[in-house]
């Protein structure tokens, strides 16, 4: 298999890398897992300067690494994550916790970009929670990509996203989750970072 070629040193080297990712936090099975996984095919591909120096583009490099055709068709990868995040926002807002919705709700927004719920479904990036609704596969993918979709949104107002995620915080601590997404993703993908990391809520733990 792919991890037969890696070693020890290999494996350690891959945790060492996602730690310096995360900071203080502390590292969840499900990253560890997603980069052991684009570790070992970058080393099988001789190609580890693709390797992802960042929880977003890991993440990006998920949702690629499970684009397969459907039918014979082959969505192009910017239209994935397009509708991909897009679906995670709507999951996610306005409590910001990865919750279900209704299919019904997901439709108009996959067909702006698109993409159909059933390609979704088939490449195991969403999953039906119970009939008629669906979540966003993995709460941290939906949490990093609605934060992708809300970084890239030009019209998100930040001061009024603050003044929520303060609020809702207060009322439920597993809140941090997406604000460490969104701390993470403003970095890497950001304008005016100093000034939205500085609008957020603090978390101690990076």
């Known amino acids: 298999g792919r991890f037969d070629n890696l070693d020890d040193k290999d494996f350690t080297d891959a945790l060492s890398a996602i730690h310096s990712m995360i900071g203080k936090r502390q590292a969840t099975p499900l990253l560890a897992g997603l980069y052991v996984d684009q570790y070992a095919a970058a080393f099988e591909n001789s190609a580890q300067h693709d390797l992802p120096t960042n929880v977003p583009d890991l993440i990006l490099g998920y949702v690629r690494k499970l684009n397969k055709p459907v039918a ?3 969505v192009e990868e910017h239209a994935l994550v397009l509708a991909l995040s897009s679906v995670a926002r709507l999951c996610v807002e306005p409590e910001f916790i990865p919750m279900g919705i209704r299919e019904g709700d997901v439709v108009p927004t996959l067909k702006e970009a698109g993409v159909s719920l059933e390609y979704l479904s088939k490449n195991m990036l969403i999953e039906t929670r119970s009939p008629d609704i669906i979540s966003v596969r993995f709460d941290t993918v939906s949490e990093y990509l609605a934060a992708i ?3 890239n949104d030009p019209n998100t107002q930040w001061p009024d996203l603050a003044a929520r995620l303060v609020s809702k915080l207060e009322s439920n601590v597993a809140v941090i989750n997406f604000i460490r997404a969104l ?8 304008i005016d970072t100093q000034q939205r990391l500085a609008m957020l809520p603090h978390d101690a733990a990076g």
């Open 72 to 74: 014979g068709v082959r």
């Open 183 to 190: 701390r993470d993703v403003i970095k890497v993908r950001g």
């Open 149 to 151: 979709a809300i970084v």
